[in-house]
């Protein structure tokens, strides 16, 4: 199959954005992807079931046992390593926070035609693997290579482009980014849809950047041209914008809905009196999280912190508020140790990327659950 054969034509062409209710391909999207329960806000840790979800195409089912990690291009030798060569290799275990690029895209209008993320995909997970730059630096790489490809086992087309996805990153990235390749989650070998059996964990980076099924490495002398990095992840002001792309996460914080929802709307109810909120915060690239403020009843409190959970993994807030009768709109922002502010309003992009903008959560405030 050649990548320009275009077996899906009419969905051709560039970004595809529109306004009103969603269609039916989205839902079918969203209905194989899925995010986190907010209540799991609460836990350092997201259980391995209810980690985000994000799949381009078909989940591949790969064996373990027979598993290859080819390495090609400007390296000394071509060479494979099975997954128990990967696993006998020095061991790291790291909490990572990994957020959708499309995280919020529901809330940017004009929207892409893509997955209708509003808040949920994100998630943090112990990730259990071996650090990519020593692996790299011992399979004999060239001094004539300039970026790292990494290509999945999985293939499919977007925008009529047949392609295996897969994503590109300089060797200064791998090492200032700690970049792992990761087997386990949780102390517990990946789930198929998580990448098993071998995945990269790039920590700080938007999802995109974690490949999964990953079954390539190769050094590349030119620089990468694969279409998930030139064509997909780009914050663009319109669609005919070459764009810039989408790297660092941006700094951004959740709270876990207080009181008991609405089943349809998702709506709070909540007795009056002292409740304490929580949630959390993170930021892109190792940068910590220095505050979080809560908007109660108009004004902006200061919440208290905890220690992150990794360098790479979100801060747990609290803030305590008395919750008076009727509705309120509570809303969270962070701050991270570089002086970046979540937005109150949506960022602008075309795609839906990188929106950052404060969460809103309604609450109505009664006298008793049973008088409602
Ligand atoms: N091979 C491959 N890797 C992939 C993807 C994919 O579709 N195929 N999706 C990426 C995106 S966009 C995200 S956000 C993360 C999601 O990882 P998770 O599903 O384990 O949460 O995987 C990334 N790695
Ligand atoms: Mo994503």
């Not at 194989?32 to 806000?41: A, D, M, Q, V």
């Not at 000394?76 to 919020?104: F, Y």
């Not at 207080?258 to 915060?281: H, I, Q």
Request: proline letters at 7%; hydrophobic letters at 40%; charged letters at 20%.
């Amino acid at each position: 199959m050649t990548t320009n054969d275009n077996p899906f034509a009419g969905h051709n062409g560039p970004i595809d954005t529109q306004d009103g209710l969603y269609s039916e391909d989205e839902l079918r999207l969203s209905n194989r992807n899925s995010g986190i329960l907010l209540e799991t806000l609460a836990l350092d840790v997201t259980p391995t079931g209810l980690h985000y979800l994000l799949n381009h195409f078909d989940v591949p089912l790969l064996d373990a046992g027979n598993h290859k990690l080819s390495f090609s291009g400007a390296f000394d030798t071509a060479a494979e390593l099975s997954l128990d060569e990967i696993k006998a290799m020095p061991q790291v275990t790291l909490p990572v926070t990994l957020e959708c690029a499309g995280n919020g895209r529901a809330g940017v209008s004009p929207r892409l035609h893509a997955m209708p993320w509003i808040y949920e995909a994100v998630g943090t997970s112990e990730w259990t693997g071996t650090p990519l730059r020593p692996l790299i630096e011992q399979m004999g790489l060239r001094s004539d290579a300039v970026e790292i490809a990494f290509t999945g086992a999985d293939y499919g087309f977007d925008k009529g482009v047949g392609h295996s996805f897969g994503r590109s990153l300089t060797l200064a990235q791998i090492a200032e980014l700690d970049v792992m390749l990761v087997y386990a989650m949780n102390g517990q070998p990946l789930l198929p849809q998580h990448g098993a059996p071998l995945r990269l964990i790039v920590p700080g980076w938007y999802g995109m950047a974690s490949v999964k099924w990953l079954e390539r490495i190769e050094a590349l002398t030119q620089p990468y041209d694969g279409f998930q990095q030139l064509r997909t992840y780009r914050y663009r002001e319109t669609a005919e914008d070459p764009g810039r792309p989408v790297t660092a996460i941006r700094v951004k914080s959740l709270m876990v809905p207080p009181g008991v929802p609405d089943w349809g709307s998702r709506k709070r109810y909540l007795e009056p009196g002292p409740v304490t909120l929580t949630g959390r915060a993170w930021s892109g690239a190792g940068v910590p999280i220095s505050r979080v403020e809560v908007e109660l009843d108009g004004a902006w409190q200061e919440a208290r912190l905890e220690a992150a959970v990794g360098d790479y993994a979100w801060t747990k807030w609290t803030c305590d508020w008395t919750a008076s009768p009727g509705e309120h709109v509570l809303r969270c922002r962070a701050t991270d140790a570089d002086g970046q502010v979540q937005p109150l309003e949506a960022p602008w992009d075309a795609a839906g990327f990188g929106n950052n903008a404060a969460q809103k959560v309604v609450v109505f405030v009664g006298q008793s659950a049973a008088a409602l």
